[in-house]
């Protein structure tokens, strides 16, 4: 469930975390609203036919730097995210980690949309009153972009603070195998680095906003049955 971008994100995050260090999570979720952009591998010349992804690219796409933690939530408490992406608390839908499905029916009343029999991990269904440890970032955690079905799990474990960049880049290099770049720029540890997370941080509001529209206009058509 997803786009790719956030599969690929979500794995990243399961990837930094698995181990009993981290209480041996089994899913990982990543909200939409960290995704500024896709990552294109495109080349840069002749010399470069299979093209590259350089860290500037990763970063720009995934900007924040926050905590992979992870945490014990139930069954119900998954559903319960899930239910938020289409109750207009949420302006953004979540992607989750490989092996993770399941189905929703959109014109059914709030909170009733998705089916609780169909939420399946890497083969066994989900139970409602099941323990399940899943990492996600900090941010989704504690309740940002409005999915608030998390914030009483337990046993919550961080990991190194971090741009989720970093972690994405490095699963990039692990499962793809394709050329990395870390485009490192001298005085990025200071005014210029600054800069560099400003703008990107205002082209993520910018972005956040737009989509925040889309969704108050969708929202706004079903209302009128158009």
């Known amino acids: ?116 029999c169909s939420l399946v991990l890497d083969g066994s269904r989900i139970d409602l009153a099941g323990s399940y440890r899943v990492a996600m970032t900090a941010y989704l955690r504690e309740g940002g972009d409005g999915y608030g079905s998390f914030a009483d799990g337990a046993d919550v474990v961080a990991g190194a603070t971090d741009t989720v960049a970093r972690v994405v880049a490095q699963q990039v290099a692990t499962e793809t195998g394709q050329s990395f770049i870390v485009d490192n720029k001298a005085g990025a540890g200071g005014s210029i680095g600054m800069a560099e997370v400003a703008r990107a941080t205002a082209e993520v509001a910018a972005e956040r906003a737009r989509r925040e529209a889309e969704v108050a206009l969708r929202n706004l058509a079903v209302l009128l049955g158009a």
């Open 1 to 116: 469930p997803g786009s790719a971008m956030g599969v690929l994100v979500a794995d990243a995050l399961l990837a930094a975390v698995r181990g009993p260090d981290f209480g041996d999570p089994v899913l990982a979720v990543m909200n939409h609203g960290m995704l500024r952009s896709d990552l294109l591998r495109a080349s840069s010349g002749p010399a470069d036919p299979e093209g590259t992804v350089t860290y500037r690219e990763v970063f720009r796409a995934l900007p924040t730097r926050f905590p992979v933690e992870t945490v014990t939530v139930s069954g119900a408490d998954i559903r319960a995210a899930l239910e938020e992406q289409f109750d207009g608390s949420s302006a953004f839908v979540l992607s989750t980690s490989q092996g993770f499905s399941y189905r929703y029916d959109r014109t059914r009343p709030p909170g009733d949309r998705v089916d609780p």
